[in-house]
């Protein structure tokens, strides 16, 4: 089993930053992937981000490329995600998600662990 934890949602201005972490623990050898997702209410979960945990190769939604960076530190079991130039269309529960598998990094099924979700809210 692997726990994930997550942090560094909040209410910011548009324009603002923001830097979510998910810190991982228990069986972390077994991770090949971390992703990103958020979602919003009435909506499926959307893929943001995913990086190949020991690797480091990203790879992105085409609309967040450039404002959105994923990065992991496997010394501390911790994946990032810095959202720059947040806009309200951004106002989400982004969720981290962990998978034993390379394949499918974008979709919700490929991953066999999920953190609770952290809220961002960006205001106009």
């Known amino acids: 089993q692997v726990q994930l934890i997550e942090s560094g949602g909040g209410l910011v201005q548009a324009g603002g930053s923001l830097r979510l972490s998910c810190a991982a623990s228990?069986?972390?050898?077994?991770?090949?992937?971390m992703g990103w997702f958020r979602q919003t209410p009435g909506k499926e979960r959307e893929f943001v981000a995913a990086?190949?945990?020991?690797?480091?190769?990203?790879y992105y939604a085409d609309f967040v490329k450039g404002r959105f960076t994923t990065t992991s530190d496997t010394d501390k079991n911790t994946t990032y995600l810095q959202i720059n130039s947040l806009r309200p269309e951004d106002t989400a529960v982004y969720y981290c998600?962990?998978?034993?598998?390379?394949?499918?990094?974008?979709?919700?099924?490929?991953?066999?662990?999920w953190g609770q979700g952290t809220q961002v809210t960006v205001s106009s």
């Open positions: 998600a962990a998978g034993r598998s390379y394949a499918g990094y974008s979709l919700p099924g490929s991953y066999d662990y």
């Open positions: 228990g069986r972390t050898f077994s991770i090949s992937t």
């Open positions: 990086i190949k945990w020991r690797s480091g190769s990203t």
